[in-house]
């Protein structure tokens, strides 16, 4: 394989075609979905097999342990068998255990074409958890590795508790390895299982590993219990390692594995290794993962986290404003993501010039001052003003037309236990009423689609609802304050005539999204505050990016009107 990294669609350098190539093995599937109350449907992770080698091109993932449940089983059949379809079957691999021929077998009667056979990296683990002597666990290795080669089967080895012990019996270690070079295993796994290493000790027992056998290709797996686990990942690359093992958003037992944005990251920065996953579709992998497991990734997550594009203080924002000042390699755009500007107490004018620009909005001075004294003003009292909330803090203080914005004029929602949830829905644009009903599979599904039918008529496009997440504070009042976030997900442009494939300019653009939030008392009400304030924030959006092209003028569009539809 040609070591090029993909990491931006810019011609690859000579040093980056010459620089060695580290490769990723993916266990989000398989170690990931040890993460305490996770546990992936087959469709979830057949399209998250799909995402990790086709969209992201890790070099491998590993989907299953064997013998876990039928659905276990159900889920890697259709994952090999789509792998073998796309020639990808020998990028699949699956736990195994030294149980003579039931993994194997397991394995292929799964489809599968390569085990990651687990052995014991340590004495103890040998002695106390197995009750085996070192020669006799050696030798159910030799009958398992036997028989999968005999049902052709590529054999990988992890050595469980290698990091103990490596460090407490050497011995124990050698013999092992040895054993494996003579069965001709493909790969060696070097497992810190209970991630007890610092980048020190990954550097002196790794190298004392490839030192030892500098033939053999060894792979590194490492967890997080220290917060160690991307360092040891670089350091277990500078001692020699030919792989290294990740999660998306670091999923896994107790404090999880390495997380493959962080270590991806790393090492395009931090070493002259390079591997060859796309970065700019790791931040939509996490959000779809963290949308499958239903584990919320941190905000302040490296790389992947909702804040950590966005600059807060306003000395920051005049810098970038300036120059690029306070801009890293870590460029937002670089994995998917966008640059964003807080706006708070601690915010400045540049802050508000970012936000005004991103959506088209052009203010006087005089103006924008009054604007950004009431964020201050806001801020002190604790309030979040999102750029979302900006149309309406203009309207508010500027004392905007309400013809100008779009309005949810009124909204009806009928739930009962023997009907499905109907919604009657009047939208307010421009001096244009749509009215529209629709029905749905909940109350607030019901509201969406009779939105849409509203929508559309007054050309307005409504985004992708991609999460929803609804807050109420403790104490157990039934009439408490309800927060409700919902994040929508704008798909890039289409092409005009097309139909529903995007174009080709848009083609591997990332979408785009964004957050708003309603408060009410009530749960329904406070989501469809959020969709009020996210129908404003695509109306501006869309001004902003097209000003100079010609609208229909209202007067036009009420003529055109149909009759059935409600006027102001």
């Not at 390895?177 to 810190?192: K, N």
């Not at 500098?214 to 040891?232: I, R």
């Not at 395009?268 to 591997?275: E, I, K, V």
Request: proline share 4%; aromatic share 6%.
């Amino acid at each position: 394989m040609t070591a090029v990294s993909r990491q931006s669609s810019k011609r690859p350098t000579r040093a980056s075609i010459d620089a060695p190539h580290v490769a990723i093995m993916d266990t989000t599937l398989r170690d990931g979905e040890q993460t305490p109350n996770v546990s992936y449907t087959p469709a979830e992770k057949l399209q998250l097999a799909r995402m990790l080698l086709v969209e992201l091109d890790v070099d491998r993932i590993e989907i299953a342990s064997t013998r876990v449940s039928a659905g276990e089983l159900e889920s890697a059949t259709a994952i090999t068998k789509w792998a073998r379809k796309a020639r990808l079957i020998q990028r699949i691999e699956m736990l195994g255990y030294c149980d003579g021929r039931k993994s194997v077998d397991w394995i292929c009667s799964a489809g599968g074409k390569v085990i990651n056979l687990l052995t014991k990296g340590s004495e103890r683990h040998c002695l106390q958890q197995l009750g085996l002597s070192p020669a006799e666990h050696r030798e159910r290795i030799a009958e398992t590795v036997r028989y999968a080669r005999k049902k052709r089967l590529t054999v990988n080895v992890y050595l469980e508790d290698w990091s103990s012990g490596v460090r407490d019996s050497f011995d124990y270690v050698f013999a092992l390895v040895q054993a494996l070079r003579d069965l001709r295993v493909a790969r060696i796994y070097l497992a810190d299982t209970l991630g007890i290493f610092s980048p020190d000790d990954v550097t002196r027992y790794v190298g004392l590993m490839t030192a030892t056998w500098p033939a053999v290709d060894f792979e590194y797996h490492g967890h997080n219990d220290y917060g160690l686990a991307t360092a040891n990942c670089l350091a277990a690359i500078r001692a020699g390692v030919r792989g290294v093992h990740t999660s998306v958003n670091g999923m896994g037992e107790r404090a999880g594995n390495t997380s493959l944005a962080e270590v991806v990251a790393a090492i395009h920065d931090h070493s002259d290794a390079r591997t060859s996953v796309r970065e700019d579709r790791l931040t939509a992998l996490s959000s779809l993962v963290e949308t499958f497991s239903g584990k919320e990734v941190s905000a302040n997550t490296p790389i992947v986290g909702r804040d950590v594009y966005t600059q807060t203080a306003g000395i920051h924002a005049d810098g970038d404003a300036k120059g690029d000042l306070y801009a890293t390699r870590l460029a937002p755009r670089r994995f998917g993501g966008a640059r964003r500007y807080a706006l708070g107490k601690l915010s400045g004018k540049a802050s508000l010039d970012h936000n005004l620009a991103e959506l088209g909005i052009d203010l006087p001075e005089s103006d924008r001052d009054l604007v950004l004294e009431r964020i201050v003003e806001l801020g002190d009292r604790k309030h979040v003003v999102t750029p979302d909330d900006l149309p309406y803090l203009i309207a508010d203080v500027l004392k905007t037309p309400d013809d100008q914005r779009v309005k949810i004029q009124s909204y009806r929602v009928d739930v009962s236990s023997d009907e499905a949830p109907r919604a009657q829905v009047a939208l307010a644009h421009h001096g244009i009423v749509e009215k529209a009903e629709a029905s749905g599979d909940g109350g607030y599904d019901a509201f969406m689609n009779a939105l849409k039918k509203a929508a559309r008529a007054l050309d307005i496009e409504v985004p992708v609802l991609a999460d929803y997440r609804v807050r109420i504070p403790p104490g157990g009042r039934t009439g408490a304050l309800v927060e409700t976030t919902v994040t929508w997900r704008m798909e890039p442009t289409r092409a005009s005539g097309s139909s529903s494939r995007t174009s080709v300019a848009s083609r591997g653009k990332p979408a785009e999204t964004f957050s708003t939030l309603g408060v009410d008392s009530d749960q329904l009400a406070a989501a469809i505050i959020a969709t009020e304030k996210m129908l404003n924030a695509v109306v501006t959006r869309r001004n902003g990016k097209n000003k100079k092209t010609k609208r229909t003028s209202p007067e036009r569009r009420r003529a055109n009107t149909a009759p059935s539809r409600s006027k102001s």
